[in-house]
């Protein structure tokens, strides 16, 4: 699809068929999500793809699903394939201490951003776009019950943060979020030309 | 162009023609970068488009950019414009402070990841992505002489928080970065099927 289409049919999906999609499919989404940028190239970001019917389930308890189940059903579950993002602040870290990153002084650098959540929230980014790009949904759901329950549900070492849960399929048509009636910013708020001010 | 081709073109760029691109080009990435996801549609991301030459060179000294210089030239002044994404986290409080997203006991959510982080990461690859859609080559540099400067420099409100500057145009045959040679983690490591483990 071109690309500017993927961009614009993009958006938060919250109800799938249930699988549906095959694992070739799958596997091309997650190939385009490893081709997304790191600081350094420190690669810090890893995917976990969950297929299992029973462990998607599990997941979506784990994101608190039965919450949403009045409104929008097990949306979370309920997919072909739960796309897991995750990061290891460490891999960043020990990337900078490589001597063609340290400091002039021989430290590592004081990081004024932490790079390893905006580059993990790159790869989200790839994966939803991928998705959009085969003709399937993608939602997001943040872990409701917490890191460490979904880190455990997953088998994901303590060294990798999982920055949530998104569900990918084909997409069924679903109730609207309430926060699209907040409007998009306007594209001059959005976008400023040389100067902020 | 077609949005895998898109994704498998993308590299960092670090070698620009000075000038070249028009603005509705320019426009068209910066409108695209808008139509990335947040948090609860909270939209807590905004892009400043430095395209003043004698701006953009304040921005790279900000950025380090002498440090950079013997090996690579002026290439975060030298290039169409620099897009520099800001995010601001109190927007992400304010809009979890709502009706519709408090906990249970009326309170905030305790936020389990810095989604404001996240989600102007998704930003910055929408940015990337639609320059190389344009024909355009796109790279990144910190503030590495800290975020305050750099804030200054585009008089841009204490509420956002510049993350970077991307300097977006037409690609020169430039060095390449010696983190390449680090080559990509094995796509069985990156991604995983069902459990990590």
Known sequence: MEFADVVMKRRAVRRFVDGGVDREVLERIARLAQRTPSAGFSQGQRLVVVVDPGLRRRV???????????D???????????????????????RYQEP????????EIDWPIPYWWVDVGATMQTVMLAAVNEGLGCGFAGPAGGVAPLREALGIPEAFTPIGVMPVGIPLPDVRSPSLQRGWVPFEQFARWDRWD
């Open 72 to 94: 929008f059903g097990r949306w979370i579950s309920e997919c072909a394939a739960q796309f897991v993002p995750c990061v290891s602040e460490g891999i960043y870290h020990r």
């Open 100 to 107: 063609d990153k340290l400091d002039e002084d021989g430290s």
């Open 60 to 70: 979506g308890v784990v994101c608190g699903e039965q919450q949403y189940e009045p």
